[in-house]
């Protein structure tokens, strides 16, 4: 079972048919504009695909033949859509070039391959040829990391797409593993491993379209992974087909035989060979999940009930911080916009309890065992209270819950209007964690401020903690602000630019979730160090002599 592309948004997210959380008419319009202190935002919509030119394919009718030969007529598509489709990834960087209709990094053809053998035919095949090959599973890489970008200029590039390979292999409930092929989308898989009682638990906002292949190649995290893991942490084996031959890595549960080379695949976004199946760990599907909210009079004392859970061992699923905007912009915007927020009533009791304009909601959620539940709760509930927070009770973390996949939905109405709409993340050790958030907040809102449409134009910028650990978390910035309509890219590149530079000299990673693609590969040098650099790359050279598997990606 897949999904039907054509049912999907080429140049935006999520279905073709979906509701506009944001139409025309609606409040939040107003206060937008109040907010980022434009005097109108104008209409800027998408280039529809019937008015662009695709490039001529660059493969020769022999190479079409021969995917033809491997994976059947059907399996190969030249057609615009799939080429367009599967041009780029899902980032606001590449949607700026796709709603522009600017697809010249669209890939000469696509492949969709349904076996693993099937999948080393076509590896070997672009070895051979000197073909670009781009992994793409649910292609939600905001990172570049599908770009269909060529060995060289003028050389061919093959997208292949893992979406057929979608088969729940085993499940041994004895030791708590599943083998399941790489292509499966979240909800299918979520959905089979449920029907036996069991759940891998990785749910990112992507989750409806994502892949197992690509949480693990991208090395990802769901919101629950305080609970299930980031994708290295559930990750048992990997095989992957590889120009040098089908690689299947250790499965051991622990050993001291070397470094463990998952690492090596955890991360490797399609730079070293195609994952075309992989063991998991699996849980036994929690009896009771519960999520909720809790109000904090500042940002620090948030960050440090987070720390304080975390120290203390509470088992939790999510512990998710926002900052005060963060908190004060989703309520607008699920308000009708009307900035008001919180009624007047409201407003005065939380003046009564000391809170000022600026509080950080925080939202923990619990999954497991009705008593493992019951006990946490109380737990974490009781620290936030010693920090002075305000118990919200459930309201706020089920409908966090139930919504919880549809935020993305308002960046495509959001960009119809000349909006650009950005995230980025990161990870520092706790003792930095204030000091990190303030210092790219600072640069982003300066970049911003430095490179927009019209004086006293601003923009939005807001963050939230999530995925924390023993020594520390991530931070997760969002931000929405005016494009310059004449230099959109321009402007992308100066705000990443000052936002990345400021992580890397503020000790934080360059990325905590989204993986390095295209867009970081400037900033992993000084991360990883010259030998570490070395390692990766000559890792690349022995698995992928030619250099075929994702060019551009990671290693730049
Ligand atoms: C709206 C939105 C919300 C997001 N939320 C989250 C989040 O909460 N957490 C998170 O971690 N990420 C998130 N992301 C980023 C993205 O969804 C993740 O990176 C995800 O893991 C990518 O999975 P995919 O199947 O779409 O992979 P793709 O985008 O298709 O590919 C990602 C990378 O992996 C490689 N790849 C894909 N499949 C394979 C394979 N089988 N073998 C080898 N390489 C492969 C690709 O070449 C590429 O380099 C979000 C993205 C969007 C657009």
Redesign the pocket.
């Known amino acids: 079972m897949t999904i039907d592309r054509t049912t999907l948004r080429w140049n935006g997210?999520?279905p073709v048919k979906q509701e506009n959380p944001l139409p025309a008419d609606a409040p939040q319009w107003a206060w937008i504009e109040e907010a980022l202190g434009v005097s109108r935002l104008p209409s800027t919509p998408a280039v529809a695909l019937h008015d662009i030119r695709l490039p001529h394919s660059r493969l020769s009718e022999d190479v079409l033949g021969k995917l033809r030969g491997i994976c059947g007529d059907n399996q190969v598509r030249t057609d615009d859509y799939e080429r367009a489709f599967h041009a780029r990834?899902?980032?606001y960087h590449d949607l700026l070039y796709l709603r522009a209709g600017k697809l010249d990094m669209a890939p000469d053809a696509v492949v969709y391959p349904r076996s693993a053998d099937e999948v080393l035919a076509i590896v070997k095949l672009c070895a051979e040829e000197d073909i670009a090959l781009?992994?793409?599973?649910?292609?939600?890489?905001?990172?570049g990391?599908?770009n269909a970008m060529p060995k060289s200029l003028g050389g061919a590039v093959l997208t292949?797409d893992?979406?057929l390979?979608t088969r729940i292999i085993q499940i041994d409930k004895v030791s708590m593993t599943a083998r399941i092929e790489?292509?499966i989308?979240g909800p299918h898989l979520e959905e089979q491993l449920q029907s036996h009682g069991v759940t891998l638990g990785h749910?990112?906002?992507?989750?409806p379209?994502?892949?197992?292949?690509?949480?693990?190649?991208?090395?990802?995290?769901?919101?629950q992974s305080n609970r299930y893991g980031?994708?290295e942490k559930w990750l048992v084996s990997a095989k992957?087909a590889t120009p040098k031959g089908f690689w299947t890595t250790e499965a051991t549960p622990a050993s001291a035989a070397g470094p463990n080379l998952n690492q090596l695949?955890a991360g490797?976004?399609?730079?070293?060979?195609?994952?075309?199946e992989a063991t998991v760990k699996i849980h036994d599907l929690p009896e009771r999940k519960d999520y909720r909210g809790y109000l904090f009079k500042t940002f620090a004392q948030g960050v440090e009930a987070a720390r304080r859970i975390n120290h203390a061992e509470i088992p939790v699923a999510m512990v998710r911080l926002s900052d005060a905007p963060e908190t004060y912009f989703f309520q607008a915007l699920s308000s009708s916009g009307s900035g008001g927020l919180k009624s007047k009533l409201q407003r005065m009791y939380l003046k009564m309890k000391g809170f000022d304009d600026a509080p950080c909601l925080m939202l923990i959620g619990h999954e497991g065992s009705k008593e493992t539940v019951v006990w946490a709760q109380e737990q974490t509930e009781a620290t936030c209270k010693r920090l002075g927070a305000l118990a919200l009770g459930t309201g706020p973390g089920k409908r966090w819950y139930h919504g919880r996949?549809n935020?993305?939905a308002v960046?495509d109405p959001m960009m119809d209007r000349g909006l650009g709409v950005e995230?980025l993340e990161t990870s520092t050790r706790w003792s930095n964690i204030a000091n990190l958030h303030e210092k790219v907040v600072g640069a982003i809102t300066d970049a911003i401020a430095a490179n927009v449409p019209e004086q006293n134009a601003r923009g939005i910028v807001m963050a939230h903690v999530s995925h924390s650990y023993p020594d520390g978390a991530s931070l997760y910035f969002t931000f929405v602000f005016p494009r310059q309509l004449d230099r959109e890219v321009e402007q992308w590149q100066a705000i990443k630019r000052a936002a990345s530079d400021t992580i890397e000299m503020n000790g934080g990673t360059i990325s905590?979730?989204?993986?390095v693609?295209a867009d970081h590969v400037p900033w992993l040098g000084e991360e990883k160090g010259e030998i570490g650099m070395s390692i990766l790359k000559a890792t690349k050279r022995e698995m992928d002599p030619k250099g075929v598997m994702?060019p551009g990606?990671?290693l730049g």
């Open positions: 997210w999520g990834g899902k980032s781009i992994p793409f599973g649910g292609g939600s890489s905001v990172v990391g599908v292949l893992t979406t390979m790489a292509g989308y749910y990112p906002q992507s989750f379209l994502s892949t197992l292949g690509g949480w693990i190649a991208a090395r990802g995290a769901g919101q980031k994708a992957l695949v490797s976004e399609g730079t070293l060979g195609v994952i075309v996949f935020g993305p960046r995230t905590h979730h989204h993986g693609g994702n990606k990671v």
